[in-house]
């Protein structure tokens, strides 16, 4: 059995090579879309038995994984004269939103809702993955 970031690696690198060979913004939208299939399927599974739960989270780190670098080479490949520019912004204000609307999002949702509410702020922050995948097109 190889080790969880063996496997992760390998989708990485699998992904790169196909997003070179098709296009990033393709494969983005796959990811996305599984990623999202796979956290709103995690988050309203109820009952699901801890061999699905375990290889859900799998598939969900692993296609948010992917986005990340994918949309910087793809960034650095649109402007190669700006690297660090587009690196800083991908990485620097990307993140710097994504917690603040993250963690301040889903900690002020939670509040609204009366009844199992960080599972129901979750689902309205993972509406984002549906917003991300129209950004796609």
Excluded: C
Excluded at 120 to 137: D, M, N
Aim: aromatic share 12%.
């Amino acid at each position: 059995e190889q080790p969880m970031r063996a496997k992760i690696l390998r989708v990485a690198l699998t992904a790169g090579w196909i997003a070179d060979r098709f296009s990033p913004r393709s494969v983005l939208k796959i990811a996305v879309f599984v990623a999202m299939f796979a956290y709103f399927t995690l988050l309203l599974g109820k009952d699901l038995p801890s061999y699905v739960l375990l290889p859900l989270a799998t598939v969900v780190g692993a296609s948010l994984g992917v986005v990340t670098p994918l949309t910087i080479s793809w960034g650095n490949a649109m402007v190669p004269e700006s690297p660090g520019l587009i690196s800083a912004f991908l990485m620097g204000f990307v993140w710097f939103v994504s917690e603040m609307v993250g963690i301040t999002g889903v900690g002020f949702l939670s509040h609204l809702f009366e009844e199992s509410g960080a599972t129901q702020s979750l689902v309205v922050l993972g509406l984002l993955f549906v917003l991300a995948s129209f950004s796609l097109y």
